[in-house]
């Protein structure tokens, strides 16, 4: 199973949801995939889930939808407690885990190549629905059947290192300008004005 391949899937099923992307080949991957306004695409590691988390509880009746991976998840542990206590409904966390930082030139292993289970550490922070996938048809009937369902998902999708990000040209944006037309898709379809302070 590749995460390109699963994102494919689930950038079929998009349609006013909110996605978050951490660093690394996913956030390369989804914005070759899907060009949805309610993308944001976070260029640091450790931060999407917390962003996320943040959405959800900001707009409970809206579906957000968390796309990390081992590495961003290991340098943010603390999100696991949190999220396991507050239990947003709407919240959705697939962590695409190939074992290695494949974002770095070196491939070098994270702890998940070893004897952490980020499933085993989520269900012990309070996460109930929290699994492993390794197989594609397990992808289809877990992973993309929580978008149907109203409750906390958090899914630890084991995928083969690929370098595809490597290859797939980067955005035509830069981070900045895809917060700010964030921020207006939510001005827009939640009908708010969003106050905050920009560069102008």
Known sequence: MTRYECLELLAARISD??????????RIEWSHLSKHEGNLLIGMMGCAVGVGMGLALALPHRKVI???SDG???LSLFNLTTIGNLQ?????????????????????????????????MAKGAGIK?????KEIEHFKKDGLTALERNELGFFICKVEESLLHREIPRPTTDLAENKYTFVRYLERTEKK????????
């Open 88 to 120: 947003p409904k709407n919240l959705l966390v697939y962590v695409f885990d190939n074992g290695v930082y494949s974002g770095s030139r070196i491939s070098y292993p994270t702890a998940t190549s070893g004897n952490t289970d980020l499933a085993a």
């Open 66 to 68: 968390v796309l990390d």
């Open 17 to 26: 949801q909110l996605v978050v992307t951490s660093q690394s080949g996913q």
């Open 129 to 133: 629905n929290a699994m492993t996938i």
């Open 193 to 200: 004005t969003i106050p905050f302070i920009g560069r102008g």
């Open 72 to 74: 961003s998840i290991l």
